[in-house]
């Protein structure tokens, strides 16, 4: 169970909003489409759900398809777009009844007042949705996305506007639908993608410049580089490290904390190890530096703007 990408190509008059990208994404997945203002990741959903048709390429989704009519398609997407459109007007309650009238739900009424309590949105149920701050406006979206159950939720910046414990409570609940479905979320806060994401798509101008788990995204300087934090039993200096033959660059973190860099192809760990022991020194730790996703974005999607 998948959706499956292929080739993506996305053309307005003389400026290519994507260009030739293909992915695959398998239920179970919280999957974080990053990059720049202008990179294609709108683009992208809105062709996943049918709203727009690409240039050339295709989308498959649970094997069927994405084109005009696709009935069946639609019906398994829930989408929460950046900018939330509302009936302000209405109600919630009454909102969310006309979405699931839509949807054309068996349990309508059952269901509403379900997403109303999963959404945390019981105490606006019976509020114009125009009253709403635009966090619980960002909820009622979320609420119409998910009122169909559907098995694949694409969210665009679905935490805009939220307050840290609304956050929190948002944050969980797609953690939660994520266990079953795939969820495609795209935000421009890096600290949301860490704590939701399994895996990150980053675009840039159009193109796909990275597809990988997040603990295996890296930047083109660490593709060519080992970077390992050491504790050593004694005090060493930077100088004294740097002299080993294949160390090029040492940065003290101090009490006796090191950050090894290295250019070698094969792992310095066991040799690192070795010249310690010889220098009547100990390693008390050894471990690969944690990776920035903030870093690695910035690293991949800076050559150009996109503002």
């Given amino acids: 169970m998948s959706i499956v990408a292929s080739g993506l190509t996305k053309i307005y008059g003389d ?7 293909s992915f695959e994404i398998h239920e179970g997945q919280i999957v974080g489409l990053l990059g720049p203002n202008g990179a294609g990741k709108t683009t992208t959903m809105k062709i996943i759900t049918g709203f727009m048709p690409a240039s050339a390429g295709e ?41 699931a009238n839509i949807h054309n739900l068996k349990n309508k009424k059952e269901r509403v007042v379900e997403v109303i309590e999963m959404t945390g949105l019981e105490k606006e149920a019976h509020k114009k949705i125009r009253m709403l701050s635009k966090g619980y406006r960002q909820r009622v979206g979320l609420a119409q996305a998910i009122i169909h159950d559907p098995k694949i939720l694409i969210l665009d910046e679905p935490t805009s506007g939220l307050d840290p414990n609304q956050l929190i409570d948002i944050r969980s609940l797609i953690k939660t ?25 980053i675009l840039n ?39 080993l033959g294949f160390i090029d660059s040492v940065q003290s973190l101090g009490q006796n904390k090191f950050v090894v860099r290295s250019s070698q192809s094969s792992d310095i760990r066991p040799l690192l190890f070795d010249q310690i022991v010889k220098l009547e020194n100990r390693l008390l730790g050894m471990e690969a530096a944690q990776k920035d996703i903030s870093t690695v974005f910035e690293s991949l999607t800076k050559s150009d703007s996109n503002d």
């Fill in 205 to 243: 101008n159009g193109n796909l410049v990275a597809d990988d788990a997040l603990d295996q995204l890296t930047t083109p300087e660490e593709r060519r580089t080992q970077t390992i934090i050491i504790e050593l039993e004694k005090s060493m200096s930077v100088l004294d490290l740097e002299k």
């Fill in 59 to 99: 989308v498959a989704v649970y094997g069927e398809k994405v084109g005009p009519g696709a009935k069946k398609v639609k019906q398994m997407i829930g989408y929460l777009p950046e900018h939330n459109p509302l009936y302000l007007d209405m109600y919630v309650k009454e909102y969310l009844g006309l979405v």
């Fill in 15 to 21: 400026q290519k909003a994507l260009d030739d990208i």
């Fill in 177 to 201: 639908l994520g266990k079953d479905r795939i969820v495609i979320f795209s935000s421009h806060i890096m600290q949301e993608v860490e704590a939701l994401c399994d895996r990150a798509i």
